[in-house]
């Protein structure tokens, strides 16, 4: 992905483990792009009223995803307490997301791979908040 | 405006104190505004160099305030954890902007306009999170 | 409101009508924060199954107002081409979004006064439509 | 990718080419991300003047690419129009972003990557196009 290498060719390179700020915002983006479509194909299903707190989560998630991916990206002058409020936001959308997918991962296959992506972010924002509090 | 309205004929109504919840939508969607146009402002001021980090934060702030009324404007099965979070980091990131613009504000009447801004929609940031602690 | 001072201190002015753009990043504003709790308003109606529609158009409508709010209302280096393109697709949003928000508006207060914003959006893009057209 | 198997567990499958609308979205993900990293690549170098009308393109479009990722991947009800001229107006931004970045690609590895990510998202847009006019 194009991202990883451009994160290497910043002029002031990162203090904080590049592995682990890259996977960040790669999962950031694919939960994005995972929640928004899960939220569409919710709406999209018959029993959509059983799915309205799934929605909801799945709205919640995309936007806290595509918030932290552009604010935990940027490396010029980062302020580390709005990264890792952000970061503590996104790990809060993404585990609350994945425990509301888990719950229709068996009769929806879009719930279920939402699920499975959230619980990547969260655990990618889990090894991204290990590695800012490092020193 | 209409948010004010249309907040009152959620079919839910929130538990939230509405008056400070609308504020802090309210001033969110201000402070994006004012914080994208004070990013672009500076990008266009000669001493653009001198403004970096103000750039950088106004860019984070702007990204911060959208995630933060649109996740806080949801009344549906609201997820109070994705909530205080996201308003956490919605003031951090308009006290660290405010902090910045302060310094420009003597030569620069966009950055004096982007801090009074960003001050205003921490207070209100910090009036939601007070009233989201009350049972 | 801020915006319209902030405009009026960028250092390179622009050469479209100041008061027919500020009025459109504004309404995109408002367009964008209504658009996002009505969709969330329709969510908790008991006949969401009826509102699938309005929803998903709802959403639309705020994301293409919050890209256009942007983009618009950048004064440095503009692009006409995606100023323009931008434009239209947020006009094309906030009609489709009207049109169907209206025929929910009898029953639904939050989406007639949804309509009422997207309409008001929609003659604010057409009069900067008009506004950057001319030479 | 989870977005291609997202798509394809809709309950209403897209009338358009599925893999030429995966390959669109995927880009614009791929392709905010990317710009967003050049912006903020682009604050930190020394030459930051003769980059500003970069990062004001690089902004523009990643503002774009996320509101065509959200717009373009709904499946539920989708409305052409504003598919269609959210589509022209993320051509327009990565075009121009592109040509620009190209401008500094000898010396900046960044907006090397960055121009070549634009000419990748601009193609699957234009494909995208072509599919979405075929009846």
């Not at 792009?33 to 799915?51: F, I, K, N, S, W």
């Not at 604010?71 to 010029?76: D, E, W, Y």
């Amino acid at each position: 992905m194009t991202v990883r290498e451009l994160i290497e060719t910043h002029p002031h390179p990162t203090s904080t483990d590049r592995e682990v700020l890259v996977r960040c915002i790669e999962d950031c983006f694919e939960c994005a792009a995972t929640c928004t479509g899960c939220a569409d194909a919710c709406l999209a299903e018959d029993d959509v009223r059983e799915l309205v707190r799934c929605i909801r989560l799945c709205l919640d998630c995309a936007d806290a995803c595509a918030a932290a991916m552009r604010i935990l990206g940027r490396q010029t002058d980062p302020h580390p307490p709005t990264q890792l409020n952000t970061l503590e936001a996104c790990l809060a959308a993404c585990r609350a997301c994945a425990d509301e997918c888990e719950r229709h991962a068996d009769h929806h296959e879009h719930c279920r791979l939402s699920a499975e992506e959230c619980r990547r972010c969260e655990r990618a924002c889990e090894d991204l908040r290990s590695a800012l509090a490092r020193p």
